[in-house]
């Protein structure tokens, strides 16, 4: 018998690590060895393991887990099948009561609180994920018509140690990859049928109002639909007549771009790219290709069938040949001239409820299928589509679907956002501003404040004139306040690539409640309005309007240390704060201590070369901080080629100490020098290097600028 499996009677048990136990009940003995949607590794990590079998029970004992089998004949029972998990008893069957939450697939419609799934982390110590209705893969492709009648259950003890509960998923579930690093940047997406001299126009717009663009978004106008329509021959060879008719229009899918909005699709795709902007195009891949595409006739060869028969076959992402032959006619077209990838925007499960032959729901594959198709050519995956649950980290990034524009909704996005965390989801990306509702310049600006430090910031809205998100059409003081927002974005990119690497080395989600880190403390349970953004940032979005007074109300929970707003300078100790926020600032606290990496504005913040390390300190305990680098493209990063540089502050007296320190293989692409600026903000006094440098002091920061190193270099920096 393979080490870390048990099999007594009817049931199979599986040590995968020491907090971690699958059981399967079967009573014709089928058990399930090919991998799920959840599990990806169920391989025995080494741990130590005790087992005494009796001829009435069985118990298994890990560092973290007691269990006990006792066979009743009736399956997993409360009374065969229990134990100890998180130090305390468990049932089969228990409802976990202090449950922290989950996430939910998506938002649509959501205009304010909802409660949520289940996630992976719990007060209780415990969770226990069910797989029973798991989908088997096997030879990289899911297995249709597969009737799984056994219990299959994997029991996750932890207590409150929820990184390495984090971990354990991350072991047999899979890892967060990195996404494209550009996909990190700045979005602009608008439902709106712009031609492609208003497109080029828009992405000018940006340079020219002083914010950064990374992608353009396309939405379902770059193809035909029964909306645009017109009387033209254009349009009437392109004109759908079968399909579902969502929302009483056929041709929410589609493949053939309309040209009579973008007749040169590859010269606008070249334009966008020349300019360093990245195209995605909307996709509703429900209806299929249909005979009216252009690439109909490809599509069908592929099949094996002939194309003037006209047949048009439903749409079946659970046939492989189907799925190649729609990837190859529709999608690889699009992706030769310049595509970067696609928001597969599936909204038809109340048509088609589960894939044919199975009961998995169609967003898991299609994510996979979609990530997995972007992949190659030296390029990462790229997904951006709604929540597939517990298994679907593994293809960021993830679409929470169409919100309402309203304060409530907001607020429950950012304690949303932490939360998802729990069941893995590292990147959410939100409607910035909210895709529906009344237009509310200051909602938008506090939206966007929260989107700016968050996993992805994305405008977008409805099909409405007055919620066009570009950020210069809200008036004055809101544009002012936006514009800072993105600056800001652009500034802590090294820093947010930084926490995305860890998210997928080390199992830290970039946006985590104050839990994550601090288990044992009551109010860290009792703050569900802010989040630590790596170990140098805590952030409380305001999610409520001014006041009279023109200022903003938001409270603050400091768990130790100190930490340093970054608009006033001013210092917070531990305990409970009050803010009150100008339309421009928030609460955004740096932790004292510990050296931030950043860069000087740019407008393509997810493609710029760092060639200026900004390192930006404040006074408190001695701290460091990882700056990772890699070539913000390929997978290569999962192979070494990256640079990292640890960076540490600490005081000698009245001295500053700043430590550069490089390490690793390094990566293609990368400079072989580059400059550094110190900026050290709240130490009340002007502050001198023991390097060459410009040096200047200015509202309580000295800015200190070094010449240029060697990027592999060691450098340690005192100032006095």
């Not at 003995?29 to 590794?41: G, P, R, V, Y």
């Not at 005790?50 to 066979?71: D, K």
């Not at 509960?165 to 072991?171: G, P, Q």
Request: aromatic share 14%; with cysteine; charged share 25%.
């Amino acid at each position: 018998m393979e080490q870390g499996i048990i099999c007594f009677e009817n049931a199979r048990f599986s040590v995968i690590t020491e907090n971690l136990i699958r059981c399967e009940y079967s009573e014709s003995h089928s058990f399930l060895d090919a991998q799920t949607s959840f599990a990806a590794c169920r391989r025995y990590n080494g741990c130590e393991y005790y087992v005494n079998p009796t001829e009435e029970s069985l118990e298994i004992r890990t560092g973290e887990v007691r269990l006990i089998y006792r066979p009743d004949g009736s399956g997993f029972t409360a009374g065969s099948l229990y134990g100890e998990l998180g130090g305390g008893a468990w049932h089969f069957g228990d409802k976990d009561e202090k449950n922290l939450g989950g996430t939910l697939s998506t938002l649509d419609g959501v205009d304010g609180y909802r409660k949520v799934d289940d996630g992976l982390l719990s007060r209780s110590g415990w969770f226990v994920f069910d797989d029973s209705e798991g989908v088997p893969i096997e030879d990289g492709w899911l297995k249709t018509n597969v009737n799984r009648r056994e219990t299959d259950i994997y029991l996750f003890s932890y207590g409150r140690d929820y990184k390495k509960a984090l971990k354990t998923l991350f072991y047999v579930s899979g890892k967060v990859p990195l996404p494209r690093k550009y996909m990190l940047g700045s979005w602009y997406s608008r439902w709106w049928p712009y031609t492609e001299e208003e497109l080029l126009a828009i992405a000018g717009e940006y340079d020219e109002n002083d914010f950064p663009l990374d992608i353009m978004v396309i939405d379902m106008d770059w193809h035909h639909h029964d909306w645009k329509y017109r009387d033209n021959e254009e349009c009437r060879r392109h004109k759908a007549t079968y399909g579902y008719g969502h929302a009483g229009n056929l041709g929410w899918t589609g493949y053939s771009w309309n040209r009579n909005l973008i007749p040169e699709p590859q010269r606008l795709l070249d334009a966008m790219h020349g300019r360093g902007i990245h195209v995605a195009l909307n996709d509703h891949p429900h209806d299929g290709i249909r005979s009216h595409e252009d690439c109909y006739p490809a599509f069908m060869e592929e099949m094996g069938l002939a194309p003037e028969s006209g047949v048009n076959l439903e749409f079946d992402v659970g046939n492989r040949r189907y799925m190649g032959a729609f990837m190859k006619s529709a999608l690889s077209p699009l992706k030769e001239i310049g595509v970067d990838f696609f928001w597969v925007d599936w909204q038809q499960d109340y048509v088609k409820p589960y894939i044919k032959g199975t009961r998995m729901r169609h967003i898991p594959w299609l994510n996979r299928c979609y990530y997995e198709y972007t992949r190659g050519d030296g390029k990462r995956g790229a997904s951006y589509s709604r929540w597939g649950g517990i298994g679907d980290q593994k293809y960021p990034m993830h679409f929470s679907g169409d919100t309402g524009s309203t304060w409530e909704c907001l607020r429950f996005e950012v304690e949303f956002t932490a939360q998802s965390s729990n069941v893995g989801l590292m990147y959410w990306g939100h409607d910035t501003g909210g895709f529906f509702g009344e237009r509310n310049p200051e909602l938008y600006v506090r939206w966007t404040q929260f989107s700016a430090f968050s996993a992805c910031l994305r405008a977008h809205s409805e099909r409405a004139k007055e919620l066009d998100r570009r950020p210069w059409k809200w008036g004055d003081a809101e544009t002012k306040a936006m514009r800072t927002a993105y600056h800001l974005r652009s500034r802590f990119m090294p820093y947010l690539y930084s926490l995305a690497y860890s998210a997928y080395e080390d199992g830290l989600p970039m946006i985590a409640p104050m839990y994550l880190e601090y288990p044992e403390r009551e109010e860290a349970y009792e703050n569900p309005q802010q989040y630590r953004l790596g170990p140098a940032v805590l952030c409380a979005p305001v999610t409520v309007p001014c006041a009279a007074n023109g200022l903003a109300s938001q409270h603050v929970w400091t768990p130790d240390g100190v930490y340093y707003d970054f608009f006033t300078g001013r210092a917070y100790g531990p305990g409970s704060h009050d803010f009150a926020c100008p339309l421009a600032e928030f609460p955004l606290l740096i932790r004292g201590g510990v050296p931030v990496p950043m860069q000087p504005y740019t407008a393509r913040m997810g493609s710029a070369i760092l060639k200026e390390l900004v390192i930006r300190l404040y006074p408190g305990e001695a701290g460091e901080c990882i700056l990772y680098e890699d070539d913000g493209i390929s997978e290569a990063y999962q192979n070494g080629q990256w640079l990292k540089t640890r960076l540490a502050g600490r005081r000698e007296g009245e001295a500053v100490v700043i430590e550069i320190e490089p390490f690793g293989d390094g990566y293609a692409g990368m400079p072989q020098t580059r400059r550094y600026t110190l900026e050290l903000v709240g130490f009340g006094r002007a502050l001198s290097p023991d390097h060459d440098g410009e040096t200047s002091f200015e509202d309580g920061k000295t800015t200190v600028r070094l010449g240029e190193y060697p990027i592999r270099e060691n450098l340690v920096i005192t100032l006095r």
